[in-house]
């Protein structure tokens, strides 16, 4: 992740380079491998059957963005609704709130 760090009205947050997003250093776009079974993230579907099995719930959703909720926490993942759209900090905060669990991988090193 590469960008600017913006501080607005109280908060802060990451403004990342266009084109930098969804790849890593080097350029290499980024896979999320749930490591139990060494299984990559392709779709929505397949990480949602993954976070239900950890106790996550879909806790929101519209047309723009998708939010799950851990009942037995205060932690709250949220992903744009596009599965395309996923950028590198959307799979960086899945393992943060999974650890052991997830991990971020470039494709190319699978």
Same mark, same amino acid.
Request: avoid cysteine.
């Given at each position: 992740?590469?960008?600017?760090?913006?501080?607005?009205?109280? %908060?802060?947050?990451?403004?990342?380079? =266009?084109?930098? =997003? $969804? !790849?890593?250093?080097?350029?290499?776009?980024?896979?999320?491998?749930?490591?139990? !079974?060494? $299984?990559?993230? !392709?779709?929505?579907?397949?990480?949602?059957?993954?976070?239900?099995?950890?106790?996550?719930? %879909?806790?929101?959703?519209?047309?723009?963005?998708?939010?799950?909720?851990?009942?037995?926490?205060?932690?709250?993942?949220?992903?744009? !609704?596009?599965?395309?759209?996923?950028? =590198?900090?959307?799979?960086?905060?899945? %393992?943060?709130?999974?650890?052991?669990?997830?991990?971020?991988?470039?494709?190319?090193?699978?």
């Amino acid at each position: 992740m590469s960008g600017v760090w913006v501080f607005d009205n109280g %908060v802060i947050r990451l403004v990342e380079r =266009a084109g930098a =997003a $969804e !790849t890593g250093a080097g350029g290499r776009r980024k896979v999320l491998i749930y490591t139990p !079974t060494n $299984e990559a993230m !392709t779709s929505y579907p397949v990480l949602k059957n993954k976070l239900a099995s950890l106790g996550w719930e %879909v806790y929101y959703e519209d047309s723009e963005v998708m939010q799950f909720h851990k009942p037995s926490s205060v932690d709250l993942i949220s992903v744009p !609704t596009d599965f395309n759209k996923l950028k =590198a900090r959307h799979l960086y905060d899945i %393992v943060v709130k999974n650890r052991n669990v997830f991990q971020v991988k470039d494709m190319q090193s699978q």
